[in-house]
């Protein structure tokens, strides 16, 4: 198994500027998330799903959207990059809410220019 | 919501001295307790966890940590500190489908 999975490692933005990062997980996991994480502020929750097809807001969704056609893959996407989104990415997974722990991507390091 | 806190956001210690990283948890319920370290431009890596069964639960690398309702805390120890276990450290409760992560404490190991 590889786990959870992201793509790219890297990236740098120009403000206003749209993207997607990719996550996969191989495990068969119910349930996906999407953190950042921010010097002294930990990780935040943006957005998770509990499913295909069912998505719900986080603690910090605004600014990001996301969608979960496949059990596989849960992209976050960027709609009109902004500054304030500079930040590194986490994409976790776990099997169903009844699994406490959850798996964590290497994560993306997204810079905003 | 459930919550944790982390007290010191940088702890520095001796190698081979006792490592305590401090964490008190807020839950109406009994929680779902983990810690997490992070070595530098890496991911995050689960240390231990805590799902209500004992209440001293051994991790990775020689860490631990003790469930303590009375003080609501979950602090990490490890009797001895290696130059290795410098790094960033997360205590995080379960609420819900999500995890509330504490600020983080930063590492240092000197020799």
């Known amino acids: 198994n590889a786990g959870v999975t992201q793509t790219p490692k890297f990236q740098v933005l120009k403000t206003g500027q749209s993207m997607t990062l990719q996550c996969a997980q191989d495990m068969n996991h119910e349930y996906m998330s999407w953190y950042r994480q921010d010097p002294g502020m930990g990780l935040r929750l943006i957005h998770y799903s509990v499913g295909a097809g069912i998505t719900d807001q986080g603690e910090v969704p605004n600014g990001y959207n996301v969608s979960r056609s496949t059990t596989e893959d849960f992209p976050l996407r960027l709609l009109s990059a902004a500054p304030s989104q500079t930040s590194v990415y986490f994409c976790a997974s776990s099997y169903s809410l009844g699994e406490p722990e959850q798996y964590f991507g290497p994560g993306t390091r997204l810079t905003v220019t | ?111």
């Open chain 2, 1 to 111: 919501a459930q919550s944790v806190t982390q007290l010191g956001s940088h702890v520095s210690v001796s190698e081979g001295a006792l490592v305590l990283l401090r964490c008190n948890y807020s839950s109406s319920v009994p929680p779902y307790l983990f810690w997490y370290v992070q070595y530098p431009n890496q991911g995050l890596q689960l240390l231990l966890k805590y799902t209500s069964a004992a209440t001293l639960v051994k991790g990775i690398n020689g860490f631990e940590a003790e469930f303590k309702k009375s003080e609501t805390s979950f602090h990490l120890t490890k009797p001895s500190a290696h130059m290795s276990d410098a790094a960033e450290y997360f205590c995080a409760v379960r609420t819900g489908y999500a995890l509330n992560f504490g600020k983080g404490t930063s590492l240092l190991v000197t020799p």
